[in-house]
């Protein structure tokens, strides 16, 4: 059973407190060079990297810009592979596995840079992320994992034994973690918030609620047909990733949308948080649960985020149990209050890995498959110079590849009712028994 404090509104992102939310409601010109259809991190990075090319660009989004992912993450701020090397180079091929790795650190680096450039204030903070072992052969893991990272990319990381874990988290829960120095945390709705800002600064139009119902091909251009209007556009970028749908179903049937659910804890005694978290890291999990948490900017507060379950629930379901799973490696929380409880959609890709492309004109982004938080904005930029022809979009991303299967024939992600019991009943359990 959770307790809630007494201003908790379930849904509202924690994030949102303090913000003046800019609803961007433009009007839709007849025409452009490049029309940017979604306005998260990729859309609006896309739209910022087209500019510089020359070109005339607009943004339109179906909801309001920036309610989506991009305001409700993590803010956890880093680029390093899901994935291990060996399965990037099953799946793609070792040139690409090594550019994978190669690359991660230039992403990080690149987004630094565009948050100096545009002066955005987002809280941005080297705090390092750990990653947190649950099982003896996740640790071992870490070993094999690290070693690769030094082999194949010019990132830093460092292996966190157990015996010195109690530097960085006091839980007996983990059998030690893998510690990227150079990764940060970020407010991330202050970042969507800077982007829009920039994205203004250049004078291009951003419609909100204008959702494309229709995009029709109209000699070497588009026609997009929206509730406000339609509009003219050379070439489109499709940026939504998580909450890609109709009429983009080539896409959609390839980035599924994967809940994740967060929540924020009451404002908490500085001791109790220094005795928790004395290393103020951001933190991963490597079980499948997926949890992921911090110490909120102001320093305040625990966040806590994960699989609660990978289809739609109820929030106060959603929180009950990443309430229960937080209290699992800090038992000292058991009645701690929530304030606030949230979800959003990650865009998974079936090879949990990105890709920058195009199909019958169309160029996307998309399938970040919970990194997005770095390459959205990085290969949304990319997007935006591979539409303009810009030898500055190249990148490996457009080596991978998003695959279809064959338990998602529709749009819907109907697979994922089977898939959450499977983890659930057999993942969950085996994981538990072995972290025992």
Same mark, same amino acid.
């Given at each position: $059973?959770?307790?809630?404090?007494?201003?908790?509104? %379930?849904?509202?992102?924690?994030?949102?407190? *303090?913000?003046?939310?800019?609803? %961007?409601?433009?009007?839709?010109?007849?025409?452009?060079?490049?029309?940017?259809?979604?306005?998260?991190?990729?859309?609006?990075?896309?739209?910022?990297?087209?500019?510089?090319? *020359?070109?005339?660009?607009?943004?339109?989004?179906?909801?309001?810009?920036?309610?989506?992912?991009?305001?409700?993450?993590?803010?956890?701020?880093?680029?390093?592979?899901?994935?291990?090397?060996?399965?990037?180079?099953?799946?793609?091929?070792?040139?690409?596995?090594? *550019?994978?790795?190669?690359?991660?650190?230039?992403?990080?680096?690149?987004?630094?840079?565009?948050?100096?450039?545009?002066?955005?204030?987002?809280?941005?903070?080297?705090?390092?992320?750990?990653?947190?072992?649950?099982?003896?052969?996740?640790? !071992?893991?870490?070993?094999?994992?690290?070693?690769? +990272?030094?082999?194949?990319?010019?990132? &830093?990381?460092?292996?966190?034994?157990?015996?010195?874990?109690?530097?960085?988290?006091?839980?007996?829960?983990?059998?030690?973690?893998?510690?990227?120095?150079?990764?940060?945390?970020?407010?991330?709705?202050?970042?969507?918030?800077?982007?829009?800002?920039?994205?203004?600064?250049?004078?291009?139009?951003?419609?909100?609620?204008?959702?494309?119902?229709?995009?029709?091909?109209?000699?070497?251009?588009?026609?997009?047909?929206?509730?406000?209007?339609?509009?003219?556009?050379?070439?489109?970028?499709?940026?939504?990733?998580?909450?890609?749908?109709?009429?983009?179903?080539?896409? &959609?049937?390839?980035?599924?949308?994967?809940? &994740?659910?967060? +929540?924020?804890?009451?404002?908490?005694?500085?001791?109790?948080?220094?005795?928790?978290?004395?290393?103020?890291?951001? $933190?991963?999990?490597?079980?499948?649960?997926?949890?992921?948490?911090?110490?909120?900017?102001?320093?305040?507060?625990?966040?806590?985020?994960?699989?609660?379950?990978?289809?739609?629930?109820?929030?106060?379901?959603?929180?009950?149990?990443?309430?229960?799973?937080?209290?699992?490696?800090?038992? !000292?929380?058991?009645?701690?209050?929530?304030?606030?409880?949230?979800?959003?959609?990650?865009?998974?890709?079936?090879?949990?890995?990105?890709?920058?492309?195009?199909?019958?004109?169309?160029?996307?982004? $998309?399938?970040?498959?919970?990194?997005?938080?770095?390459?959205?904005?990085?290969?949304?930029?990319?997007?935006?110079?591979?539409? $303009?022809?810009?030898?500055?979009?190249?990148?490996?991303?457009?080596?991978?590849?998003?695959?279809?299967?064959?338990?998602?024939?529709?749009?819907?992600?109907?697979?994922?009712?089977?898939?959450?019991?499977?983890?659930?009943?057999?993942?969950?359990?085996?994981?538990?028994?072995?972290?025992?």
């Amino acid at each position: $059973m959770v307790n809630w404090t007494q201003d908790t509104e %379930p849904g509202r992102p924690y994030w949102w407190d *303090g913000l003046t939310l800019n609803t %961007p409601d433009d009007r839709l010109p007849d025409q452009v060079d490049l029309l940017v259809i979604g306005a998260g991190y990729t859309g609006l990075s896309a739209a910022i990297a087209a500019s510089e090319c *020359g070109a005339s660009v607009a943004v339109v989004d179906a909801g309001v810009p920036g309610h989506g992912a991009s305001t409700r993450n993590g803010g956890m701020f880093g680029a390093h592979p899901r994935l291990q090397w060996d399965k990037l180079a099953m799946q793609f091929g070792p040139e690409v596995a090594n *550019g994978v790795f190669a690359e991660a650190q230039p992403a990080l680096d690149w987004v630094k840079e565009l948050i100096t450039r545009e002066d955005i204030d987002c809280d941005l903070q080297n705090t390092g992320r750990i990653q947190l072992a649950w099982t003896k052969s996740h640790f !071992d893991g870490q070993h094999r994992l690290a070693e690769t +990272i030094r082999d194949k990319s010019p990132a &830093s990381v460092e292996i966190i034994p157990r015996d010195r874990l109690g530097t960085e988290i006091i839980t007996d829960r983990y059998f030690g973690g893998l510690l990227f120095p150079d990764h940060c945390a970020i407010q991330p709705a202050r970042f969507h918030q800077g982007l829009l800002r920039a994205v203004a600064r250049r004078d291009i139009p951003i419609t909100g609620n204008a959702p494309v119902t229709e995009l029709a091909r109209d000699g070497s251009g588009f026609i997009a047909h929206t509730p406000k209007g339609k509009i003219n556009a050379g070439k489109v970028i499709l940026a939504t990733n998580g909450y890609t749908t109709q009429p983009f179903r080539w896409l &959609s049937a390839r980035v599924f949308a994967l809940p &994740s659910y967060l +929540i924020a804890t009451e404002p908490l005694p500085h001791d109790l948080i220094d005795r928790l978290a004395p290393g103020r890291r951001m $933190m991963v999990e490597t079980r499948a649960r997926h949890s992921y948490f911090r110490v909120s900017p102001d320093g305040t507060r625990i966040l806590f985020g994960g699989r609660a379950s990978m289809r739609n629930i109820p929030l106060v379901r959603a929180a009950q149990v990443l309430h229960a799973t937080m209290c699992e490696i800090w038992p !000292d929380l058991r009645n701690t209050r929530v304030s606030h409880a949230w979800t959003g959609n990650t865009g998974f890709s079936f090879n949990q890995t990105p890709h920058v492309g195009h199909h019958n004109g169309l160029h996307y982004a $998309m399938g970040y498959s919970g990194s997005g938080t770095v390459m959205a904005p990085y290969l949304g930029a990319k997007a935006g110079y591979q539409a $303009m022809d810009d030898p500055r979009g190249n990148t490996v991303y457009s080596q991978t590849r998003l695959k279809r299967h064959w338990a998602h024939p529709t749009e819907q992600p109907h697979f994922l009712k089977a898939a959450n019991l499977w983890y659930r009943t057999w993942v969950d359990r085996r994981e538990n028994a072995r972290s025992r």
